[in-house]
């Protein structure tokens, strides 16, 4: 019987080194919403929630042609924003909310965008992800934007071991200079939108040789990324037996892609973006027939 191969970890990534790789591959990373000054892209960003970026930016022009600024759309009708903003989704919502902000924006800061993230999160609607996309890229001001993609990417390439924005946020902010804020976060956007997508195309990476990931969906204990809590059960195996075997590393499908364990950023991503609705239904019919096959 062949002899079992431990795989040998790879030291944690440096994120410098990591976004060198972004910026090679992805020269100049920006933001993919089209806004022309901060009000813009305030309300763009807004609007992009639960909504994709194309489908903003096609919903902008119109809106931004009626209402211009913070003064003209906090007066704004409220059924005629809902109408100009419906493609985005959640449209009575955000309506509201671009409104109400408007508003706030006129009675606090004489309509103008303020350039610090506690003015800009006192707003209604905008919490610190939106706040870092105006000051990082529309006011100067350093900021790292932590969305689904930056979560999972980071998580994956082994940047960071934390789950929540902030605390991500805040790892990567500590091991970058300020200037390359905003664009580690853009890099790491474009690089979960176009190749580490929920399931990546790992052999088309850049970063693949200093990714962590092949090596977590091989076995994370091999990695000592989840050693468990002192008192807590483990999982038994034979003696001799490594944890990790080459056998174990996951393949490409025909697409080039990566099957493997979803992550937790992963699960956190809204469904509505993950998986369409026809998508469900159909999941949900082959289930159906399986278990009738079963029967
Ligand atoms: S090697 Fe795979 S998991 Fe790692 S960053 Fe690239 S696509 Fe993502």
Redesign the pocket.
């Known amino acids: 019987m062949p002899r079992s191969r431990a795989v040998a970890p790879l030291a944690l990534p440096s994120a410098l080194a990591v976004l060198d790789r972004l910026l090679r591959h992805y020269p100049s990373p920006d933001t993919e919403l089209v806004y022309r000054n901060a009000f813009e892209l305030l309300v763009a960003t807004v609007l992009s929630a639960q909504s994709t970026d194309r489908r903003v930016n096609e919903t902008t022009p119109a809106l931004f042609a009626r209402y211009p600024d913070a003064a003209t759309l906090a007066t704004a009708a409220l059924d005629d924003v809902e109408a100009l903003v419906r493609p985005t989704g959640f449209f009575r919502v955000k309506a509201r909310a671009i409104i109400t902000l408007s508003h706030q924006l006129v009675q606090d800061h004489g309509g103008a965008v303020p350039g610090d993230m506690d003015a800009l999160t006192a707003l209604p609607g905008v919490g610190r992800k939106t706040a870092n996309v105006v000051l990082g890229h529309a006011l100067g001001v350093p900021g790292l934007p932590v969305d689904r993609h930056v979560l999972r990417?980071a998580e994956?390439?082994g940047l960071t071991r934390e789950t929540t924005p902030e605390a991500v946020e805040r790892d990567l902010c500590g091991v970058l200079p300020p200037e390359q804020w905003t664009a580690m976060s853009d890099g790491l956007i474009l690089?979960g939108r176009r190749?580490?997508r929920p399931r990546?195309?790992?052999p088309?990476?850049?970063?693949?040789d200093i990714?962590?990931?092949?090596f977590k969906t091989a076995g994370r204990a091999a990695l000592d990324l989840d050693a468990p809590a002192a008192g807590a059960p483990t999982r038994r195996r034979k003696a001799g037996v490594p944890i990790v075997e080459a056998s174990r590393t996951p393949a490409p499908d025909k697409s080039g892609a990566?099957v493997s364990r979803t992550t937790k950023a992963d699960r956190r991503a809204p469904k509505a973006e993950s998986r369409t609705p026809n998508a469900a239904r159909r999941s949900s019919s082959a289930v159906g027939a399986r278990k009738r096959g079963r029967r």
């Open positions: 990417v994956r390439i690089h190749i580490c990546p195309l790992c088309q990476c850049e970063v693949r990714c962590r990931y092949p990566y």
